[in-house]
């Protein structure tokens, strides 16, 4: 975000439109719809839309927890329908504007990856929690049931609800900064307020059945945890902020990839033996499909 100073001098400048300035987010939402442009026309094989899904790399818990970890990073650009994707580039171009400009390229690219890899996993995990839950409040009924449930998650809203976070600490600090503007203040206050009742509004919509509500949960924390780190960071000297920024940056990394490492790769027998059936099943489609 600009400086307050300046634009106390310079008031024209505030409203200048700059096309370098949401350059990053604009080719977040242009990557998101070619990738689902790409969906519909190479990666669609199956007739099923949920199996192709699932076979470009949907987060399926049974699979990410088994193994597929790079099911976490390819299901947060996977939409599920037109609908999905147009309410989420709506989302990231409103969001992301604000979250470039408060935090600019590095660490919202930062931001906006870790926290939707990192919605992905706890998404996963989740899932697997609550499915032992239920197997145990019913008395191992779920090791004596045959069916697999499968769930599918995809698309970019774990990232999106990172970036809604990283927005509400900015702007947390900025309002409470002892030099900034009565005028500005409440104008960043009016814009704290939208976000967290988007933030609610998103979470109130997850509790409906068929929504990730786990996602959205998960990329807010981590949303809020990174960008915590960065505020925290001294501004001054420019060599320094950058060298902190640097550094929170690759401890997010670090941890988060300890993470994928230590939940990924279960050796849980139930888990593993619904991973195979799975990939036979979804085999068998691909060779009805090509026979």
Known sequence: MADHDNDTLKPHKAFKFSLRAIALTLILVLLNIGIYLYQLSFASPLESREDNLLLFGANVYQLSLTGDWWR???????????????????????????????????RLLAIYIISGIGAALFSAYWQYYETLNAANSSNNVWQMDSTIYITIGVGASGAIMGLAAASVIYLLKAINSPTILPAIREKQKRQLYNIIAMIALTLINGLQSGV??????????IGALVSIGYVLMPEKPRNLKFFAHICVTVVAIGLLILFIHSFSFSTDENLLHEREFIYQEI???VAAQHG
């Open 72 to 106: 976490y990073p390819i299901s947060m650009v996977l939409h599920s329908n037109s609908v999905h994707l147009g309410f989420n580039c709506l989302a990231l171009f409103v969001i992301g504007i604000e979250c470039e400009r408060a935090y600019g390229k590095f």
């Open 212 to 221: 990730d509500n786990a996602a959205h949960i998960g990329g807010a924390i």
């Open 283 to 285: 085999n068998k489609e």
